[in-house]
């Protein structure tokens, strides 16, 4: 019980300095929101309202502690501030080589009726069906060859909000912003969602190198100008190389032999732009067409490569995954627009806060390990541990009786100390 306490005691003060530094430069009431909803969040595993307020276990009504959540939650949208600072603070670990997986997802309300701007969604997981819902982008990165992955970015919008203006501005300025903070660096990777010239033509313009599964039905410029459609263009594609992968999706890995070439190509609306396909055959009947501006290098495999890099936003699929199972995020209850968004901003500092705070600092791996243990994987931790440490935390701060402690002023190096003489 004793450990428990130091481990729950040292937990809370980790997410207080975190806290602190992502709210610097808010207001005092919203540092105490931010303080108190990544605590609360990750102390009731859960992103309603109510069991976020009975983490907080005030000594006052739990009703009146839901209000106050509910009334700051959307009194002003906190969605920029929160990007800014996991866009600054996760550049840092961004390279030349490492992808920025950009994941257009939803989060589906079938049976809500009086949420703000409440507008309808494509839910994957049910073959596209047409639901009640709100649309979300996320942008994690990760390297081709490592565990690690960071978020640099997650929004939830609406198409029926009054500043809406289209998807696809929507996806350019989430992709504008971390490139921004990057300086540059980083692999844009987009699954078929992304194969359109409202999204190529300005990643061109810009020169942000990507790599974007094509749906099979654009056209591309081979030699002597012939226009083909890509589903034929692939055709004169030769894979030469062979490589064996293990893939781990949903828990389950295989193993496959891949067959992979490339071909240049060039974009009609861009003919002077040189681009080519990668094809790869062996995940099933139809081969995977990827399109990028990715030149080949003399120190690697072209097409190797470019699969690698489509192959990690595979792998980064299970951050979104988390986000939606690990916290219950489709059962978000908040009504208004502006707290909808907060949630799942303060969200993503979670993700944050689990994956690189926790996860990958070198003074705090035998918090990540004790952890561990708490969670009862410790033998038993696959390769995405960020299940493994929420479970740690959520049964060490479920346990505690007291909740956590609001925020003081930030530090005043030009403060005068006085010190009584021994």
Not at 157 to 180: H, T
Request: net charge positive; proline share 4%; aromatic share 10%.
């Amino acid at each position: 019980m004793a450990e428990d306490s130091r481990l729950s005691a040292k937990v809370k003060g980790q997410i207080t300095r975190f806290a602190r530094r992502l709210g610097a430069g808010l207001t005092k009431p919203d540092r105490r929101l931010v303080t108190e909803m990544l605590y609360g969040i990750q102390a009731g595993k859960d992103v309603k309202i109510s069991n976020i307020a009975r983490a907080l276990n005030e000594p006052i009504a739990l009703i009146k502690t839901e209000d106050r959540l509910c009334r700051r939650l959307a009194t002003h949208d906190l969605t920029h501030h929160v990007n800014r600072w996991l866009s600054r603070e996760g550049a840092f670990a961004v390279t030349d080589d490492t992808v920025l997986a950009v994941d257009l997802g939803d989060i589906r309300k079938t049976y809500a009726k009086a949420m703000e701007h409440l507008a309808y969604v494509h839910d994957g997981s049910q073959h596209g069906e047409i639901v009640p819902g709100y649309w979300l982008t996320e942008i994690v990165a990760a390297h081709p060859y490592g565990d690690r992955v960071i978020p640099m970015y997650g929004e939830l919008y609406s198409v029926e909000a009054p500043l809406f203006r289209s998807e696809n501005e929507q996806i350019l300025q989430s992709i504008f912003r971390v490139m921004a903070a990057t300086k540059g660096r980083g692999i844009v990777a987009i699954d078929r969602g992304g194969d359109r010239c409202e999204l190529l033509i300005p990643l061109l313009d810009k020169g942000i190198r990507f790599v974007i599964r094509e749906r099979g039905d654009r056209h591309v410029l081979l030699s002597g100008e012939r226009r083909y459609a890509v589903a034929t263009a692939v055709r004169r594609c030769r894979a030469e190389v062979e490589r064996e992968v293990e893939i781990e999706k949903e828990g389950c890995r295989r193993r496959y032999t891949l067959r992979l070439g490339s071909l240049p190509v060039r974009m009609p609306e861009r003919p002077n732009v040189p681009l080519w396909l990668v094809v790869i055959y062996g995940f099933g009947q139809e081969p995977i067409i990827l399109l990028t501006n990715i030149a080949p290098s003399s120190d690697r495999e072209h097409a190797v490569w470019i699969g690698d890099v489509y192959l990690t936003r595979w792998k980064c699929e299970e951050t979104y995954r988390f986000l939606k199972q690990g916290y219950n995020l489709e059962d978000v209850r908040v009504r208004g627009y502006t707290a909808l968004r907060n949630v799942y901003a303060l969200l993503n500092a979670v993700l944050y806060f689990v994956s690189v705070v926790i996860g990958t600092r070198a003074k705090l791996r035998l918090l990540f390990r004790e952890l561990c243990v708490r969670a009862k994987r410790f033998f038993e931790i696959a390769a995405f541990y960020q299940y493994a440490v929420a479970d740690g935390i959520y049964r060490l701060l479920f346990a505690s009786r007291g909740g956590i402690a609001p925020p003081g002023p930030p530090a005043d190096p030009g403060q005068l100390c006085l010190f009584a003489a021994g």
